[in-house]
């Protein structure tokens, strides 16, 4: 079956950064495009960005365009977030997710597959 497992969560203070990865089993990862989500308790899931397969092309949220980027190793099956500059506000738990096209699409319904989350805390 298919398996998300993200990793690379943590405690970081406002200005610093993080990692996440997020790897992925049980699909042909190269023929998936992969998202990332967040979600802070009593919210909606949010959309972060997507990656997908053909070439690489990305698509971030406005709020982490320019702090966020997106990658992925389709050798081996991973996709990776890195966040620089971080903020209070980006405190949330991460998730990726994936997604059977090639789309640059940030709606959820798009994504059958998930992970099980990672958490990011930033302090002020």
């Known amino acids: 079956q298919v398996q998300l497992l993200e990793s690379g969560g943590g405690l970081v203070q406002a200005g610093g950064s993080l990692r996440l990865s997020c790897a992925a089993s049980g699909l042909t990862f190269r023929n998936y495009a992969m998202a990332w989500f967040r979600q802070v308790p009593g919210k909606e899931r949010e959309f972060v960005g997507v990656i997908n397969w053909s070439i690489g092309a990305t698509l971030y949220a406005d709020s982490v365009k320019g702090r966020f980027t997106i990658s992925r190793d389709n050798a081996k099956d991973t996709v990776c977030l890195q966040m620089n500059s971080l903020k209070p506000e980006d405190m949330a738990v991460y998730y990726c997710?994936?997604?059977?096209?090639?789309?640059?699409?940030?709606?959820?319904?798009?994504?059958?597959?998930w992970g099980q989350g990672t958490q990011v805390t930033v302090s002020s």
């Open positions: 997710a994936a997604g059977y096209h090639d789309e640059l699409i940030g709606t959820e319904v798009w994504y059958p597959y």
